[in-house]
């Protein structure tokens, strides 16, 4: 059997063109003619390869590397062997990243999985949705009545795009995906099993029993945002719920009605976040966290993975543990809890 390869090389670029795309600088007498056919580990590279190394964690592997080249941070650049060329950039991983989605460009968004452009057979487009030019609609996908799809937009299989949804262009839907009450923005990508607009956990608890509170907001999705696969972005009751341009959603996240994520945050996996929170630009939160409702965290904050968020954290904070405080309290704490540990068993 033939080894699969799921993502082909678009081109091979030489040393020369690697620099000029990410502004690496070379050796003055290296040879920046090579070509470079593949991308790996610093550690498993060969020739032929690009490598990068920006963590010293991994500096003792940068002995073992032979590949064509390797990016790397000035402090690394003499470590490098003999035989791979060091280009020595800013940011080794971000100019990777460069190098890599211009190899393999397809990697970068969700494909179509039937291979077919246009709207498949199999498909369900009402009579009243609107597709522009060079949409592809795999099997089993429904598109319904007053939809609008962008240009360039791909939606997977068995899919459903709800009444009235607004879908920008160069998006990607991911198969098995549900959008329902939402505005999306251009070149978003949506992963497998994502769920956009079910209505929100609301209602008004009492001793008679719980009544269900009517959830007429939407979800507004800007541009240049990752959906991660099997994350849960509810719609809001009374307001928008709204996710920020260029923000990047890990899998299996739960984000609760009327929240507001800020432009360009890192949210990872399983983390959850309650309703009307209100989380600014440039936030990362570790996975597993938890945040409460009606709280706001500030602009650029950090929160340790595994954290319980009861407070407003302000701008700029790195907060961790459960329930959550700044780093350097959370870290006291637990330096004075081994220690008292340690006291009582000697």
């Not at 020369?16 to 990410?22: D, P, S």
């Not at 690496?24 to 056919?37: F, G, K, Q």
């Not at 003792?60 to 402090?75: F, G, K, M, W």
């Not at 959906?227 to 959603?249: F, L, P, Q, S, Y």
Request: glycine share 12%; with cysteine; proline share 7%.
């Amino acid at each position: 059997m033939v080894e699969p390869i799921f993502f082909r090389r678009a081109v091979t670029p030489s040393l020369a063109e690697i620099a000029e795309w990410t502004g690496a600088r070379a050796p003055e007498d290296a040879d920046l003619s090579s070509n470079v056919t593949g991308v790996a580990p610093v550690d498993e590279a060969g020739p032929g390869m690009l490598a990068f190394l920006d963590n010293p964690k991994y500096a003792a592997s940068l002995s073992q590397c032979r590949a064509t080249a390797c990016l790397v941070a000035e402090r690394f650049a003499a470590k490098v062997p003999a035989g791979t060329v060091a280009l020595v950039a800013p940011d080794p991983y971000r100019a990777f990243a460069i190098v890599a989605a211009r190899m393999y460009p397809t990697s970068m968004r969700l494909e179509p999985y039937f291979a077919s452009p246009g709207v498949a057979p199999g498909a369900h487009v009402h009579p009243d949705a609107r597709l522009e030019e060079n949409v592809t609609v795999d099997p089993g996908a429904v598109i319904g009545p007053r939809a609008e799809v962008g240009a360039g937009t791909f939606v997977g299989a068995n899919s459903v795009i709800g009444p009235d949804v607004r879908i920008g262009r160069e998006c990607s839907i991911g198969p098995n995906a549900s959008i329902l009450c939402a505005l999306i923005g251009d070149r978003v990508v949506i992963h497998t099993g994502a769920r956009i607009g079910q209505d929100g956990f609301g209602f008004a608890m009492g001793p008679g029993g719980h009544l269900k509170v009517p959830q007429t907001g939407r979800v507004i999705i800007q541009n240049d945002c990752d959906i991660g696969a099997n994350t849960a972005i509810d719609r809001g009751a009374n307001r928008d719920t709204v996710v920020g341009e260029g923000t990047k959603i890990d899998n299996l996240v739960q984000i609760g009605h009327n929240v507001s994520v800020g432009r360009h945050c890192v949210i990872v996996a399983q983390v959850g976040i309650a309703g009307s929170t209100t989380i600014g630009d440039f936030v990362a939160i570790g996975g597993q966290t938890g945040i409460t409702g009606h709280l706001t965290v500030g602009m650029g904050a950090q929160i340790a993975a595994r954290s319980g968020v009861m407070n407003d954290i302000p701008a700029g904070q790195k907060w961790g543990g459960a329930p959550a405080r700044p780093l350097r309290e959370f870290w006291r704490k637990e330096a004075a809890l081994e220690k008292l540990a340690r006291e009582k068993t000697s």
